[in-house]
């Protein structure tokens, strides 16, 4: 599965380096599903904080429950595979999770009056819902759609790049600026993806 902008090689390296506290954790009896519903708290808060244009305890939040949405698929596979229900709360926790930091980013925008910050987070926000229900849908019809520069683990990597660039060194510029290439990016990844279904299915149809 590609990546996008992140190297699929550093992608699978932090699966695996999670690997052992994952195995720790099942052995503790922890399950994927509240690791799952924990990262998606720790998100909201963490959106919450950006939203309040605190961007120290928003990038500490985060990390953690970034850490929990990955830790999650390595924690169900340590206890023995994942299960449908599993699925389901994951896909939709990362849903609700992602439509989180854009709110927050929006929030602040309007609190910084920063108008390109508002308007980017809310294009990335439409923009990076439409990516996964592209997919989701071309792969109930058979057809794979995992094309874009801007899958979810991009985008949240370029997130926390941009808010990290603010907390520790005060860059609210590139906060901004990350979340203008978001917008973009994501924007192209759901265009890439509907050509690419349409251009499948059409083939399929001859």
Not at 55 to 75: N, S, Y
Not at 103 to 126: H, R, T, Y
Not at 188 to 200: D, E, G
Request: hydrophobic letters at 55%.
């Amino acid at each position: 599965m590609s990546h996008g902008v992140v190297p699929d090689r550093l992608a699978e390296g932090a699966r695996a380096g999670i690997g052992p506290l994952a195995r720790a954790l099942a052995g503790m009896g922890i399950s994927a599903n509240a690791v799952t519903i924990a990262g998606g708290v720790l998100t909201i808060v963490g959106s919450g904080f950006v939203a309040a244009s605190w961007p120290l305890p928003a990038l500490l939040v985060l990390l953690v429950g970034t850490l929990a949405d990955t830790l999650d698929g390595q924690l169900a596979k340590a206890a023995g595979g994942g299960t449908r229900l599993g699925a389901f709360l994951d896909s939709t926790v990362d849903r609700i999770a992602d439509g989180a930091l854009f709110v927050g980013a929006a929030g602040a925008g309007a609190n910084l009056g920063q108008p390109l910050l508002l308007w980017s987070s809310l294009i990335a926000l439409v923009a990076s819902s439409l990516v996964p229900y592209v997919r989701a849908k071309a792969e109930s019809l058979g057809v794979s759609a995992s094309v874009g520069p801007a899958p979810r683990e991009a985008r949240i990597v370029i997130f926390l790049i941009g808010l990290a660039a603010w907390a520790l060194f005060d860059l609210e510029a590139l906060f901004v600026a990350a979340i203008f290439v978001l917008a973009v990016l994501s924007t192209i990844t759901f265009a890439l993806r509907v050509v690419h279904v349409s251009r499948k299915l059409s083939t399929r149809e001859r």
